[in-house]
C-alpha cells in the first residue's frame, strides 16, 4: 500500500515537471497545467472555424477521413452481400436447413398475406357498393314518404 502512495507520489511530481517543461512556468504566473491551454487552443480553433466557411467544410470532411482510415470500412465496401451471405453459410452449415425452412415458411405466408389482402378488397368492395344501394334506396324512401304527406297535406278535410 505504501509503495502504491509512493509511486503516485512520483508520478504527480513526474507530471508537474513535464507540465513546467512544456508551457515554461515562471515564478509571476506559476506553471500552467496543459488541460488549460489545450482547453485554450480548442476554443481558437473553433472560433477560427466558425467565421471560415472552409475551415467548417475541412472540420466536417475530418469525420469522412477517419471513417474511411477504419480497417473494418474497406471490409464493408468490398465484400458484397452475396459473399456476406456465403461466409455465414459455411459458418453454419446446421442452420443452413433452419434458414432454408423459414425462408419457405415465409414465402407461403408472404402468398397466404396477398390472398387475405385480395379479400379484404373484395370485402371493401362489396361493403362500399352496399352502403351506396342502400343510400340510394333510403333516399327514394325519403322522396316517396315526401310525396305521401304532400298528397296528405292536398286533400280537403271533410266537414
Keep these: 500500500m505504501a509503495a502504491g502512495v509512493t509511486e503516485l507520489r512520483r508520478l504527480e511530481w513526474w507530471l508537474e515537471e513535464l ?12 506553471p500552467r497545467k496543459v488541460a488549460d491551454e489545450l482547453v485554450k487552443v480548442q476554443v481558437s480553433l473553433n472560433n477560427i472555424a466558425g467565421k471560415r466557411e472552409r475551415i467548417k467544410i475541412l472540420f466536417k470532411k475530418i469525420e469522412d477521413v477517419i471513417k474511411y482510415l477504419d ?13 456476406k451471405l456465403q461466409f455465414i453459410l459455411a459458418a453454419a452449415p446446421d442452420h443452413a436447413a433452419k434458414l432454408q425452412r423459414l425462408s419457405q415458411i415465409h414465402i407461403q405466408q408472404q402468398e397466404q398475406r396477398h390472398d387475405l389482402t385480395d379479400s379484404v378488397k373484395t370485402l371493401l368492395e362489396d361493403y362500399n357498393k352496399m352502403t351506396l344501394l342502400l343510400s340510394k334506396q333510403f333516399v327514394q324512401w325519403n322522396e316517396i314518404l315526401v310525396h305521401l304527406e304532400a298528397a296528405k297535406e292536398v286533400k280537403p278535410v271533410a266537414e
Design 19 to 30: 507540465e513546467q517543461c512544456i508551457n515554461g512556468g515562471d515564478s509571476v504566473c506559476g
Design 71 to 83: 480497417p473494418q470500412y474497406i471490409d464493408r465496401v468490398a465484400v458484397p452481400d452475396a459473399m
